[in-house]
Structure formats: structure tokens, C-alpha cells
């Protein structure tokens, strides 16, 4: 595995040679670098990334979703927020689903909420925003409500270890 995200990672350095600004290169060449462990390289393939498309929704959305991952929420927040500015962002959905993962891990179960159910109201089926109400729910002691978002789940979502043990838990 290693060794293909290096092949992959020597490939985006030719591709930079060509195009030093690709918002797209630097974007990749970031998460390959997040991928290997490498949060430094990674965090200044984002940054360039960033600089050559400031409002550019996949950088944005990619860099928000690894700022969350390295614990710095707010950053992480403002990143998703360019990202559903951008008119070519076409799963704004997604932005939301990661904007309410990353509320959670900075302990804000309203914000969390508020941000999943505008996931939904982009996409009424999105199973992992359906799987979190209803963990969120259940965390809350509000069963019944757990319940219903499990059952929508459950219509919809695929099912993988985590949440075939949390179904048996609801």
C-alpha cells in the first residue's frame, strides 16, 4: 500500500511540473500525503491547494474533512462553509455530513444536529446522515426517535460492523 501512494505521490510531482498552480494535483497529492501518514506534507499540499483555488469545494471540502481529523474543528468548519459557497459543489449534502462528524468531536451534539438534518433535507436518503441522527438521538435518550432514523436507515443504508452492533444495541 505504501508503495502506491508513493507511485502516486511521484506522478502528482511530474503533474506539478507541468502545472505548479493545479488546485486538482494539490488537492490529491494532500491526501495521498494524509493517507501515508505524512500530516506536515499533507497540511502544505492543502494549504497550496487553498492559495491556487481559495473557494475551490473539493480542496475546501478535502481540507475541512482533514482539519477535523487533526482536531482543529473551527478551521475545519470554515473550509466546509467555502466549500458549499462554491456552485460547482454538487453533494452539498457531504459538507454538511462532515461539518455535523466534526461538531461531534468538538462535543456540540445541537450543532451536530442542525448540520445532519441539512444533510437530509439535501438528500432525504443519506444513510450515514441517517445512521448519526440516530446515534445522536440514542446518546440523548430519545429512543423512539433513534429508532425511527435507524429504521430509515436500515431501508436504505448498507450495513457494516459498527452499525450491525449499534442496531443490536438500538
Known sequence: RQGQTDIALTKFQRALKLDPK????????????????????????????????????????????????????ALGMKHFKVSLHDETNKVPEKSYLEMGRCALQDNNKEQAEYYFLQALQYNQVMSAALLEMSKLHYDNGNYQQAEKYFTSFFEVGKFGPNSLWYGIQL
Open 22 to 73: 493545479s488546485v486538482m494535483t494539490h488537492t490529491a497529492m494532500a491526501m495521498a500525503y494524509t493517507q501515508a501518514n505524512r500530516s506536515r506534507l499533507a497540511e502544505e499540499a492543502f494549504e497550496k491547494a487553498i492559495k491556487y483555488g481559495p473557494k475551490d469545494a473539493s480542496a475546501n471540502f478535502n481540507y475541512g474533512v482533514y482539519l477535523c481529523g487533526q482536531k482543529k474543528a
